[in-house]
């Protein structure tokens, strides 16, 4: 017999995001996976309007697709609703939102705060 879960996007429960440690302001997220100790798996983030991420690196790849709303990256990119991005190990940055948005994240490895 198979084991599953099955989650109804309509109905999630959001706690404060401290994947860091301290719950970031504006932030929180939904895990449907995820494993804070080895930091693989998926969670739905998010992201009330002017709420900005800590600054990170990856150390496995993250992928995530925009459900709702804008992410704009450090470097001004922005990413919109039906984006699916990728970021490969090594990569550093911080996102914010000017109006909130909602993201399905897939991480494979733990981000260090730099």
Same mark, same amino acid.
């Given at each position: 017999?198979?084991?599953?879960?099955?989650?109804?996007?309509?109905?999630?429960?959001?706690?404060?995001? &401290?994947?860091? $440690?301290?719950?970031?302001?504006?932030?929180?997220?939904?895990?449907?996976?995820?494993? !804070? /100790?080895?930091?693989?798996?998926?969670?739905?983030?998010?992201?009330?309007?002017?709420?900005?991420?800590?600054?990170?690196?990856?150390?496995?790849?993250?992928?995530?697709?925009?459900?709702?709303?804008?992410?704009? &990256?450090?470097? $001004?990119?922005?990413?919109?609703?039906?984006?699916?991005?990728?970021?490969?190990?090594? !990569? /550093?940055?911080?996102?914010?939102?000017?109006?909130?948005?909602?993201?399905?994240?897939?991480?494979?490895?733990?981000?260090?705060?730099?």
């Amino acid at each position: 017999m198979s084991k599953r879960k099955i989650t109804d996007p309509f109905n999630l429960t959001f706690e404060p995001f &401290d994947r860091y $440690g301290e719950p970031i302001p504006g932030m929180s997220w939904h895990k449907v996976s995820y494993n !804070s /100790k080895n930091g693989l798996g998926t969670y739905i983030l998010k992201m009330e309007s002017g709420a900005r991420s800590l600054r990170h690196e990856h150390t496995g790849y993250e992928e995530f697709l925009i459900l709702d709303g804008k992410l704009i &990256d450090s470097d $001004g990119k922005i990413f919109k609703k039906g984006d699916l991005v990728t970021f490969e190990p090594g !990569s /550093k940055h911080s996102s914010y939102t000017k109006d909130g948005c909602l993201v399905l994240v897939f991480m494979r490895g733990i981000n260090k705060v730099i």
